[in-house]
């Protein structure tokens, strides 16, 4: 397939939307081939698109992580969706939990993110 053709091959044979055919790029970019996310659905690999970019993808995919409102340790593939957001969003409050000093690190925008800098 010519480079900027997926789109519209996407459209053309399956119906997706723009935005679906970027999100499933975006998927392949970020995962490649890695066979563990072969069987999430598109929802969960929607959400992991968003983990910042110090998280490994195919650690994350592989180890368990705990769920906030739970207290459960699952893998992504046996999470909700819900479960999912709620454990990307505890993220860049473990992120600063390591950084005890924000101001000691550069000035990234993720950390202008976590710390609330400007």
């Not at 044979?13 to 970019?29: D, K, Q, V």
């Not at 959400?47 to 970019?53: C, G």
């Not at 459960?72 to 454990?87: F, G, I």
């Amino acid at each position: 397939m010519v480079h900027g053709q997926f789109g519209a091959w996407a459209r053309d044979s399956f119906g997706f939307h723009a935005t679906t055919s970027s999100r499933l790029i975006a998927a392949y970019e970020q995962f490649g081939e890695f066979s563990d996310v072969a069987k999430f659905e598109s929802g969960k690999i929607f959400e992991m698109l968003t983990l910042p970019a110090e998280i490994d993808r195919a650690e994350f995919v592989s180890s368990p992580h705990t769920v906030p409102s739970t207290g459960a340790a699952k893998r992504p593939d046996e999470m909700t969706v819900r479960e999912l957001r709620e454990v990307k969003a505890a993220i860049p409050r473990q992120i600063s939990a390591l950084r005890p000093y924000p101001y000691a690190y550069p000035r990234t925008a993720l950390a202008r993110l976590i710390h609330g800098c400007t």
